[in-house]
């Protein structure tokens, strides 16, 4: 099942099914609905994901509310043009999908045990732009990421990241183009987006909290090092 998956971009999501499934888009005949994934964080909040998933993948009550899911699949973007501006996209999409069975202990405790993994993501990406690095009013590091992710057919997802503390110091001094491995969870929060005409609007962002990230060196094409070789003898 997991060797189907690229191995730069993969995820595994456990949480509870909220509100209703809504049609996405249909491609061959094979159409594809997006739902709302909620999961909780150690914290006692939780993250609201949307998922997109093939109907082939829903079986009868699946996406049924509060059914707690496990979701394995990749975290992809796509971009939407309203009132002529360019907007990023973020959805989960589902490459399984299967129900996972609730011990009265797990009803007990919103919490989910420290030994399950409900939320984790792997990207190896590109930094396609200069991160930046910031401090909160209280004192906290922060460094914004862009990551460009290849997918198949020449395509790219660009996926927002945030790393914290000595990450966020040691980001700061990345450079366009390098290449990285993060490890971390997929996060949502709500924001307000002031528009030009004084209005407000609340949205929700989602990104990727970095756990861990390091810088994959590039290997030197073993032809250039043969013909270096050449050369010095």
């Given at each position: 099942m997991d060797t189907n998956y690229l191995e730069n971009n993969y995820l595994t999501l456990v949480g509870k099914v909220t509100g209703e499934k809504e049609f996405s888009h249909e491609i061959y005949g094979e159409r594809f609905y997006i739902f709302n994934l909620s999961i909780p964080r150690l914290s006692g909040?939780?993250?609201?994901?949307?998922?997109?998933?093939?109907?082939?993948?829903?079986k009868e009550d699946t996406l049924q509310e509060g059914r707690k899911l496990l979701v394995k699949g990749q975290f992809r973007s796509y971009n939407s043009y309203e009132n002529e501006r360019n907007r990023l996209i973020l959805t989960v999409f589902a490459k399984d999908l299967m129900e996972v069975e609730e011990s009265e202990e797990d009803e007990e405790n919103e919490i989910?045990?420290?030994?399950?993994?409900t939320n984790e993501v792997v990207l190896v990406g590109y930094i396609c732009k200069k991160p930046i690095y910031r401090q909160t009013p209280f004192g906290r590091e922060i460094s914004d990421i862009l990551l460009a992710v290849n997918r198949a057919y020449n395509k790219s997802d660009y996926i927002p990241c945030i790393a914290w503390g000595r990450n966020a110091r040691f980001c700061q001094n990345l450079e366009v183009g390098a290449q990285v491995k993060v490890v971390g969870r997929v996060q949502s929060r709500t924001y307000e987006k002031k528009h030009e005409d004084g209005t407000v609007e609340n949205r929700i962002a989602y990104e990727v909290s970095i756990g861990s990230l390091e810088v994959i060196e590039e290997k030197q094409d073993e032809n250039e090092v043969e013909t270096e070789n050449q050369e010095a003898v």
């Open positions: 909040n939780n993250d609201i994901i949307p998922i997109t998933v093939s109907e082939r993948l829903i989910v045990r420290k030994d399950i993994i």
